[in-house]
């Protein structure tokens, strides 16, 4: 199966229906820390409460047993990474808060354990701040960046008027390449707090894994890397896997990625990879996430090609792909493709170095996976259009109709 860009494939908004989409229970924000249960009254001098990050839902962690508290790979499975692995799984990439409040006030407090280091293409504030995003009108919007202090120890702190009104969903996107020691929340007193439930029904995350431009390359922050953009637009909850120069698919990170209840694997490795790695590595890797999931659809993705050029490495995945289709096999009815073709712009103004997106690349592209992996899910056992089938069928059953 293939799925091409459509220009008119998504808009940039989620839906409306989010703001109705809320688990009820949870009525303000005591019930997510109990320390703060026990001095509903504390509050700090700008009327704030505030709420550790460890109290609050993170979807976009795969793992509860990591070595750090926002890392993305348990502990046990790190020794058999390999040493880049290890060391960025300690960073919070793809990682946010999604919860849904009434607070007309938000402020995060977060300090760096370390720092990756600097890039000569993303600003510190796309390394290592943070993002808010609020719903206005039933649309994401992006509110402000909270920007770093200059030493990694300190305390980094932003405070912002939200933008959107009454109880509705917002977004807290951490940093893509720092270890975060601490990170707090903070809403007025009496605000509400609860946990949110997409609407397109979709659970289990989308688990993606891939090379630094995955990793965030080179998005200016957090909020416009484009698998956060695809995250948004897909309306569903996102792991974010990937490695910068280091998704050469070997067979332990395919046990690592085993061991995540997705909806969805995304394999986009090229970037990292040599015809003669794709050639050897890619259908084993394929095999064992099959094997300990057989019921769950994988989008095998070719790089982008910015210069308009056909690489050789894209030639080996679409060779391995296309043997593997033919199959007619349980692994073969799972296997969806994303071509490059389509997937950034070929105008010369989508990167910074014909390969890393900057931000006009990474919308467009995240427009382009969001399209790809909502045809992946619909087209599942037990998809969108399987559950309206059933849910016709129940309702003619019951004379009720819609």
């Known amino acids: 199966m293939k799925f091409l860009y459509s220009p008119s494939a998504t808009c940039l908004c989620f839906t ?3 703001a109705l989409a809320v688990l009820r229970g949870a009525a303000d924000v005591s019930r997510f820390d109990e320390r703060i249960a026990a001095d509903r009254s504390q509050a700090d001098a700008q009327g704030l409460v505030w709420v550790d990050g460890r109290s609050l839902p993170l979807e976009s962690k795969a793992f509860a047993d990591t070595p750090d508290p926002y890392g993305r790979i348990a502990a046990d499975l790190l020794p058999g990474c390999p040493e880049g692995v290890r060391y960025m799984a300690r960073q919070s990439t793809g990682h946010y808060f999604l919860f849904a409040t009434d607070s007309s006030k938000l402020a995060v407090e977060w300090v760096l354990e370390e720092k990756w280091g600097t890039d000569p293409y993303i600003p510190p504030q796309g390394l290592y701040g943070i993002d ?18 200059v030493w990694s120890n300190e305390t980094n702190k932003v405070c912002v008027d939200m933008l959107g009104k009454g109880f509705r969903p917002v977004r807290v996107y951490l940093p893509t390449r720092g270890v975060i020691r601490s990170i707090r929340i903070g809403l007025e007193k009496g605000a509400r707090l609860e946990q949110v439930r997409h609407p397109s029904g979709i659970v289990k ?3 993606h894994y891939g090379t630094s431009i995955v990793h965030g390359g080179c998005a200016s922050r957090p909020g416009l890397c484009f698998t956060s953009i695809a995250g948004r637009l897909a309306d569903a909850p996102y792991v974010n896997m990937g490695f910068s120069g280091c998704a050469k698919l070997e067979p332990h990170l395919a046990d690592v990625l085993a061991r995540i209840d997705a909806s969805l694997y995304v394999v986009d490795p ?5 015809p003669e790695i794709i050639r050897e590595r890619l259908e084993p890797f394929l095999r064992k996430l099959h094997a300990a999931h057989p019921g769950v659809p994988l989008l095998v993705c070719e790089g982008g090609e910015p210069s308009g050029a056909r690489s ?3 030639e080996a995945m679409k060779e391995v792909y296309d043997r593997l289709a033919a199959e007619k096999s349980t692994l073969s009815a799972r296997l969806n493709y994303l071509p490059a073709a389509g997937m950034i712009q070929t105008d010369g103004e989508s990167t910074h170095d014909y390969c890393h997106p900057n931000d006009y690349g990474s919308v467009h592209m995240g427009k382009v996976f969001a399209k790809a992996i909502k045809n992946c899910l619909k087209a599942r056992p037990g998809g969108r259009a399987q559950r309206r089938e059933r849910q016709k069928t129940r309702q003619n059953e019951s004379g009720i109709s819609k």
């Open 205 to 207: 995350p989308v688990v």
């Open 312 to 314: 050789k490495t894209n």
């Open 132 to 149: 808010i995003y609020d719903t206005v009108d039933g649309k994401w919007r992006f509110v402000r960046n909270g920007r770093l202090s």
């Open 270 to 274: 090229v970037w990292n990879c040599t």
């Open 16 to 18: 409306a229906a989010l």
